[in-house]
């Protein structure tokens, strides 16, 4: 049940919709109350909320999971990087929870109670994996924050100076808190949503793009004057294009985070300028930050651009570019799984498998415009851990704080300079990039079903004829050669009837290490036309260090386009001079069935294609992973300084 209470300094009204709430700050006098029963304590003011461009507010509704929801309280915590909101719900079922609200991420949270001693805070590093509540996890960030102000109905004490040393763990499916402000640490459980899912309603000013709700701070740069601006107070860090300084824009004083490049060191131009606008897979983007990252491998220098960009509801994404290849890169909430041997297993994610591609140890930033929902610097670090399984890529980023994946799909120049309405378009790209789709992977495919497509036609067309055109005997004889008679016999007459065709003599001898040499002809007894063959029998066996045999007892000849008529064939023998052995030979004269040399010949041709494609599609595999920590032996790396 709700208790309505009045506010001991200004008597202004104070509810507490929430039976857990112990804590709530008057929005009339910002007094920080302290729910004693049915009695307010005011401990003193509450710290000014810090403006940003959150779309939500006190007030705010939504639903998740089928269960409506109202935002009741608010937190707001300062870290190394800027500040975020923790968002206090109430939901119908009475429930409480956490919507955590930080770059553009939304994580909601229940508390739960973990069964197994937890970690010191001091023991826990980036990457490490735990087990908690029966689940598998891995640290994804270590944070030492403060809260600097509070709002509405909390179900703690706060207030600026609060100190929370917190860990974030997150798996394949679901994100973890563990809050060490209190002793032991609490426990707090959810996933990351998306802000459209939630359904929410009475949203600040019905906002589309929040970065219209607050006034753009303009100053200029301490370095060389000229005018800098930062549109929200989630940027909290501007590159300035003219000198490349990095200024803090939540110090008063606009404190240097890094300095510009010396001048002998070219900058790196934009090829999207700050500020371009346009709709990336029909979600609005607007350039806001671009930085070059930079590392040097085995003497090689690769330099790749990033482009931050700002779309609804406080969202951020990514595009990356190097060497004409572009990539559309959003932050995972949900991380794939890993384990201790991602350079050899690869990934699993979204069902599918990514390859391990490459290992950067020392991915440097060099360059900086614009701005940055974090205190980005030139000269930091992380290690860099590529994934492929194209046309996307996985990325694992690592420094000494935290851990964060991250998903690019490629795309093309074009489809980039269309978004953005670049006029004079883009770079074509050089090389193959690591997740560049293979543009014989389609194709191969294509050929291969048509090739699959087409012998199964040649296949059924040969068996086809081989039904309508049964083999047909002709002439069967039999013949026993004497030795050293060597006189010409003659067969039978037979028939050909219809078109011409081919007919087969075929013989089979009783050779037995011996050989016969026979002189063929095939004579048209109307005509007098005839056709000629010599053949030559033999046939060998016997036992050296085992049975071998060679030659054959059998022979057929084939006759090609013989017309029709009346047919007789004469044998003219030679047989070997010291065997005293006859010879027999049972002769057959057919018109033998479809043979199989067509369709061979025509499986070899048509082979020619899916082969030619297969191979143009292993070349390009091949200069792909040329270019990766796998490269094959023997290959080039072209890679080289992107200017």
């Known amino acids: 049940m709700a208790l309505s209470a009045s506010c001991p300094s200004c008597g202004a009204p104070v509810l507490f919709k929430s039976a857990s709430s112990i804590f709530a700050v008057c929005a009339y006098c910002q007094s920080t109350l302290v729910r004693h029963d049915q009695a307010l304590e005011d401990i003193g003011k509450m710290a000014a909320l810090v403006e940003d461009r959150s779309p939500l507010q006190l007030g705010s509704e939504g639903q998740y999971k089928g269960v409506h929801f109202a935002l009741i309280g608010r937190i707001q915590l300062k870290y190394s990087q800027g500040t975020w909101n923790e968002w206090h719900l109430l939901f119908d079922d009475m429930r409480t929870g956490w919507l955590s609200e930080a770059s553009g991420e939304y994580v909601l949270t229940f508390m739960e109670q973990a069964r197994e001693p937890l970690p010191a805070f001091a023991a826990l590093k980036i990457g490490q994996r735990l087990q908690v509540a029966s689940r598998a996890w891995t640290v994804s960030n270590l944070e030492n924050a ?62 589309a793009l929040p ?73 609005p983007a607007e350039v806001i930050g671009f930085l070059v990252k930079r590392s040097v491998e ?22 990356t570019e190097y060497n004409g290849h572009w990539n559309i890169v959003d932050v995972l909430s949900r991380p794939p799984a890993t384990t201790k041997v991602l350079e050899v297993t690869g990934v699993s994610f979204g069902g599918r498998h990514f390859k391990h591609f490459a290992t950067t140890d020392r991915a440097e930033v060099v360059q900086v415009q614009g701005e940055f929902t974090w205190k980005v610097q030139r000269g930091e670090t992380n ?58 992977a389609d194709t191969t495919r294509r050929i291969w079903l048509l090739f ?3 012998l199964l036609a040649a296949v059924l067309v040969q068996a086809f004829f081989m039904l309508v055109s049964p083999e047909k005997l002709l002439l069967r004889q039999d013949f026993t050669f004497e030795p050293r008679s060597n006189e010409e016999v003659q067969t039978r007459e037979f028939q050909i009837t219809g078109k011409p065709r081919k007919i087969a003599v075929r013989q089979s001898t009783s050779l037995d290490n011996n050989w016969i040499g026979i002189d063929l002809l095939l004579v048209n007894k109307t005509t007098g036309t005839a056709w000629p063959a010599a053949r030559e029998l033999s046939y060998y066996w016997g036992y050296d260090d085992g049975s071998w045999t060679e030659g054959s007892r059998n022979d057929e000849v084939v006759f090609l386009n013989i017309p029709a008529g009346t047919y007789y064939l004469t044998l003219d023998p030679d047989m070997a001079p010291d065997k005293y052995v006859a010879v027999r030979d049972q002769l057959e004269v057919v018109t033998p069935r479809t043979g199989w040399s067509n369709l061979v010949l025509l499986t070899l041709f ?38």
Request: some cysteine; charged content about 20%; hydrophobic content about 40%.
């Open 146 to 207: 403060e809260c600097i102000a509070g709002q509405g109905e909390l179900p703690f004490k706060v207030g600026a100076g609060y100190p929370v040393a917190a860990a974030d763990l997150r798996n394949e499916s679901h994100f973890a808190t563990l809050d060490y402000s209190e002793t032991p640490p609490l426990f707090f459980v959810g996933e990351a949503v998306e802000f459209k899912s939630l359904r929410m309603a009475n949203l600040r000013d019905g906002m």
């Open 211 to 283: 970065d219209r709700t607050v006034p753009v701070q303009v100053f200029r740069c301490p370095a060389c004057g000229v005018p800098m601006q930062a549109r929200s107070k989630d940027i909290v860090a501007v590159g300035c294009a003219s000198c490349g300084i990095v200024v803090d824009t939540t110090d008063r004083n606009y404190k240097v985070l890094s300095k510009g490049a010396a001048m002998r060191e070219a900058p790196y131009v934009p090829r999207l300028p700050l500020g371009s606008k346009g709709s990336l897979e029909g979600k």
């Open 298 to 319: 085995a003497g090689m220098s690769y330099a790749w651009r990033e482009y931050l960009l700002a779309g609804e509801n406080g969202t951020y994404r990514w595009l």
């Open 383 to 440: 290690r860099v851990d590529d994934f492929v399984a194209p046309p996307l890529m996985l990325s694992r980023e690592r420094s000494g704080k935290d851990m964060s994946w991250s998903q690019g799909c490629y795309v093309q120049p074009a489809t980039i300079a269309s978004a953005f309405g670049l006029p004079g378009g883009l770079p074509e790209p050089l090389g193959v990039f690591a997740n560049q789709p293979n543009p014989w």
């Open 452 to 454: 699959a497509k087409l």
């Open 606 to 643: 048509l082979l020619v294609f899916p082969v030619f494609a297969t191979l143009r599609r292993a070349a390009f595999e091949t200069r792909r992973w040329a270019e990766s920590d796998h490269a094959p032996a023997g290959s080039d790396d072209s890679g080289g300084d992107d200017d």
